[in-house]
């Protein structure tokens, strides 16, 4: 009689880490939806790109380390990086740029530093950083305009004709600077209510890029509803937000106002699809409030007094750095014991 | 109502418990031959009372424990000693132990039994050492002695009695199926230790997954102040930490024991057991064990001998060998795996669990942590899991140790969400058991120097002594002599007549000094090559060669322990060298007498031409 020799638990739930990347997929599917719904084909066709390039680039790699190639690519991390991109990239981003971000965030980002679990930086904000920083125009030039598929977005083939053939240059009359760029450059010279009549902001906050903030909210409640994510890191990044704003830019003569903060650029995305990466993000509950409300406060200062229109790569980024920082300083105290042990050993009890 | 609190984390796994509780407690035929682990308890293993050939009677003691900790082991039937040998036991090892083969004779003949009529009327030690006798130790896992639990110290007084109805881990459902046929007796148990303990409140703690069990015990205890508390229904609210927390609000202090906090558990079967000590005065010969799993086709509860073979025990459950995958002894979450089927059932079994392999598959391989930190979200003491994961993985046990890894509970909560499957517990037993190894050695290790510092200091005060009574020796000579030459200078001083003898005594005085003096320059100076002298030395050369070959081979020897010493870093270091120093100064003063000799012998030929 051969008994299996297994020690404890003997049960297992499961949920395997293929399965949760997954979710994460589906719960981003609104929010791509509302982008190519509201901006046109481009997102859904950098989605695919990005995908695709970067399984392909992860199973190059996975072969050259001499990985077991089908075992890891299964886990769809690699294709959760390639889709964060790929909503995150400007609509028309030529495919060579899209490219470069897609093998730095797999391979120099992810691969070179162990792979899956061992990367200390969110591979996907490492290659928007590097392209943004290498490639501005590209980057900041290539945002669609807001309309609708049904009211005179670029078609299909236009749109897969320029991201893999239109050279870096912008074509009138299909881009448009983001709403959040263009308060932060006329504001200066205008008022609130004169900077507001340019038609990107339409007759809600920030035409369409409302909805799709709103999609990509929907897609993060139900992560939190399915346990895959806490609320503590998405909460605590809009509260960062909000209370800067509060705090700094009450008045929307000098900075843009909170409802666009919170709905235009790459919030929400960020909020609840980005900072929420676990590999990179604090542990404990406190160490994710700490995290999040970071990112929040660091967003808010980029947009409001840095160079960038956008700012969500860089605070996830900078906040990366300060994770091992955190999570030494927040773990739980332990039951039966009075306080948390926090620091290092012998430095300090508890 | 009882006031309830919440504990942080914990898992609700499928329960799985309805196979089990369909059949009433059933009893199973006896077995061929029972085994007897003679320690089954924590504490000592117990010693034989009876001789291998005798004839015991049911419930007569046949081993125990005279010296430390440790609760007597009773023939669960009549029968003949038959062995006692190395028979595998219940251990996640697998390992064998001493164990004691009784062959049941058929008659069942119980020995005769001395029941208290009234435990109120007695000293509460003498029912303390009638719960001792009966040999009834924890039946919900570790198996403490029942009556040293029940007397905490002095300053400890329990003012919380809990009864553990929990029973949170999947398939077990002994302590359910006791509750629901047995309420009367567990309560009655109950009432005994509540009597010794005399503590303001008592409550039973029952997950809400038992509502026959809940039903059966509050008819048991109406009219009593006994509570019964229906907690929640989620894994691991049974574990002892957890379940006081449900029940009061409070935590046990880490590396404390729940009567700091003026807490005590106890757990159903014990109670029954203490009860049946009691009352009708019979001593722990059998328990309820849950025989479950799907390769089983009668699963259910059985109220087996203690001794029994799990293997009799499956059979009796019909089991489907075939079928059969993975045996677990205890639940899925914190039960362990058997290697063999023969070993016994023990006062500390609960479950067995006969699993096919869908029923419980072996985990996928382990891919790397992604640190979602679900295992922190379901930690019931509220440990970072995956950082204990990474220190224990990276050998870092200093840090692992300092994010309390030794108040991990290995309840399993963790390894049972991780979507890596990484087998986390495992993780941390190796951990500690690695933390627990370095500090043996450490002690090991500091034991050892105290001991030489010891030995070191006392040496130096023997040279001390010894010098002290050297000098002391020198004064008292010296003395003496001063008290001669006095007496001689007296006498000297009396007359002539002692001229003669003091003359004497000079000359005598002057040839010993000149014969010191003669010693000292031939000590000092080579002594002068006379002819004489040489021709004597020359048949030595020989003599000295051997000699200087002989110091050199112990000074190689020496040098040779010195090193392993070294290497060892034993006690005798410094005396070895100091060994070595010496023999290195004899083989110098031999080359040194070996040359000499030479030149003599090569000087002689020319010389005496």
Redesign the interface.
């Known amino acids: 009689?051969a008994?299996?020799?297994?020690?404890?638990?003997?049960?297992?739930?499961a949920?395997?880490?293929s399965?949760?990347m997954l979710w994460v997929i589906l719960a981003a599917l609104p929010g791509l939806l509302a982008q190519t719904l509201f901006f046109g084909w481009g997102n859904l066709i950098n989605v695919v790109w990005c995908i695709a390039l970067a399984m392909g680039a992860e199973a190059a790699f996975l072969k050259l380390r001499g990985k077991p190639v089908a075992?890891f690519l299964r886990?769809n991390?690699a294709a959760v990086t390639g889709l964060l991109l790929g909503l995150s990239l400007p609509q028309f981003t030529p495919w060579w740029v899209s490219g470069i971000a897609v093998v730095s965030a797999i391979i120099v980002a992810k691969q070179l530093y162990g792979?899956?679990?061992?990367n200390p930086f969110n591979p996907a904000m490492v290659g928007y950083a590097l392209a943004l920083i290498s490639f501005p125009v590209a980057m900041t030039t290539n945002w669609a305009e807001a309309a609708t598929l049904w009211g005179g977005a670029p078609g299909f083939g236009e749109t897969l004709a320029k991201i893999f053939a239109g050279g870096q240059t912008a074509v009138d009359g299909w881009t448009m600077a983001t709403p959040l760029d263009e308060y932060k450059h006329k504001i200066a010279s205008h008022t609130s209510a004169e900077v507001l009549r340019h038609p990107t902001f339409g007759e809600l906050i920030a035409r369409g890029w409302e909805w799709v903030n709103l999609a990509f909210l929907a897609g993060g409640v139900l992560l939190i509803a399915l346990?895959i994510i806490?609320w503590h890191i998405p909460v605590a990044f809009l509260a960062g937000i909000a209370a800067m704003s509060l705090a700094f830019g009450s008045n929307a003569d000098q900075y843009a106002p909170l409802q666009l903060h919170l709905l235009a650029g790459g919030t929400m995305l960020g909020a609840f699809f980005i900072a929420t990466d676990?590999?990179s993000?604090a542990?404990?509950h406190q160490g994710k409030l700490i995290y999040g409300a970071g990112i929040g406060i660091l967003v808010y200062l980029i947009r409001s007094w840095g160079n960038y229109p956008d700012a969500v790569a860089f605070s996830v980024l900078l906040m990366n750095f300060a994770v091992p920082f955190i999570?030494h300083y927040t773990?739980?105290?332990?039951?039966?014991?009075h306080k948390a042990?926090r620091g290092?050993?012998?430095r300090s009890g508890g | 109502m009882t006031q309830l609190w919440d504990?942080?984390g914990g898992?609700h796994?499928?329960e799985n418990k309805h196979q089990s509780t369909a059949r009433p407690i059933r009893k199973a035929d006896m077995p061929d031959r029972l085994v007897l682990p003679l320690q089954q308890h924590i504490g000592e293993p117990a010693e034989l009372v009876v001789a291998v050939g005798d004839r015991v009677l049911k419930g007569q003691k046949i081993a125990d424990v005279t010296n430390g900790m440790g609760v007597p082991v009773h023939a669960p039937t009549s029968g003949v000693i038959e062995s006692i040998e190395q028979r595998p036991v219940p251990h996640?090892s697998g390992m064998a132990d001493w164990c004691v083969v009784l062959k049941p004779d058929g008659e069942d003949q119980w020995c005769a039994l001395s029941p208290i009529d009234d435990y109120k009327q007695l000293d509460r030690d003498a029912v303390l050492q009638q719960i001792r006798e009966a040999g009834i130790s924890g039946m919900g896992g570790a198996g403490f002695p029942t009556d040293i639990k029940l007397r905490p110290p002095r300053d400890r007084k329990v003012e919380t009695l809990i009864l553990n109805g929990a029973e949170c881990e999947?398939y077990i459902t002994a302590d359910d199926m006791t509750m629901r046929e047995q309420a009367a007796e567990v309560v009655a148990g109950l009432k005994v230790m509540a009597w010794i303990l005399r503590p303001s409140r008592c409550v039973v703690g029952i997950e809400d997954n038992k509502p026959e069990a809940i039903a059966a015990m509050r008819q048991a205890v109406e009219g009593t102040q006994i509570e019964i508390a229906v907690v929640p229904t989620k894994y691991p609210s049974g574990g002892e930490?957890q379940l006081i927390?449900i029940l009061t609000g409070q935590?046990?202090?880490?590396?404390?024991i729940p009567a700091d906090i003026g807490v005590m558990c106890q757990n159903i079967g014990t109670a029954v057991a203490v009860g049946r000590a009691v009352f009708e005065g019979k001593p722990l010969i059998s328990r309820v064990v849950t025989v479950t799993g799907e390769a089983v086709r009668e699963p259910g509860n059985f109220e087996i001998l203690i001794g029994t073979p799990i293997h009799h025990l499956l059979e009796t459950a019909g089991l489907a060998?075939e079928r059969?995958?993975?045996?677990?002894l205890?639940g899925?979450?914190?039960?362990?795996?058997?290697?063999s089927?023969t070993v016994p059932v023990v006062k500390t079994t609960n479950c067995v669990?006969a699993?096919t392999?869908a029923e419980?598959p072996?985990?996928?391989?382990e891919?790397?942590?992604?640190?979602?930190?679900?295992c922190?979200?379901v930690c019931?003491?509220?440990?970072?899991p995956?950082?204990l994961f990474w220190y224990s993985k990276a050998g870092e046990f200093?840090?692992a140790?300092?994010?309390?890894l030794f108040?991990c509970i290995?309840c399993?909560a963790c390894?049972?969400?991780?979507?890596?499957?990484i087998?986390l517990?495992?993780y941390y037993?190796f951990a500690k058991g690695e933390i627990r190894t370095q500090r043996a050695e450490q002690l090991k290790a500091d034991r050892a120097r105290e001991r030489f510092e010891a030995r070191q200091a006392r040496l130096e005060r023997e040279q001390q002594e010894k010098e002290q009574r050297r000098k002391e020796r020198a004064k008292a000579a010296a003395e003496a002599q001063a008290k001669k030459q006095a007496e001689a200078e007296m006498a000297a001083a009396d007359g002539q007549a002692s001229d003669d003898r003091a003359a004497k005594a000079a000359l005598v005085q002057q040839a010993l000094e000149r014969k010191k003096a003669k010693a000292a320059a031939g000590t000092q100076e080579q002594p002068a090559p006379s002819s004489t002298e040489v021709a004597d030395d020359k048949p030595d050369i020989e003599a000295l060669e051997k000699q200087l070959t002989q110091a050199e081979a112990k000074l190689n020897t020496m040098q040779g322990m010195l090193d392993e010493a070294r290497a060892q870093q034993a006690d005798n270091v410094e005396k070895l060298e100091r060994a070595v120093a010496k023999n290195h100064d004899r083989v110098q003063r031999a080359q040194q007498a070996l040359d000499q000799a030479r030149k003599q012998a090569a000087e002689e030929p020319a010389s005496s031409q």
């Open positions: 009689m008994l299996v020799q297994q020690s404890s638990p003997h049960a297992h739930r949920r395997p880490t399965r949760i075992f886990d991390t792979g899956l679990g061992s346990r806490t676990p590999v993000a542990t404990s999570d773990p739980p105290r332990t039951y039966g014991h042990r290092v050993p012998g | 504990f942080t898992i796994p499928p996640p999947p930490k927390q935590e046990v202090p880490s590396g404390g060998q059969l995958d993975r045996l677990v205890g899925p979450m914190m039960g362990y795996t058997l290697t089927d669990i699993a392999a419980l072996a985990p996928p391989p891919q790397p942590c992604i640190r979602c930190g679900q922190a979200e019931p003491m509220e440990l970072l995956q950082q200093e840090k140790e300092h994010l309390n108040d290995e399993g390894s049972y969400v991780c979507p890596s499957s087998p517990v495992q037993r």
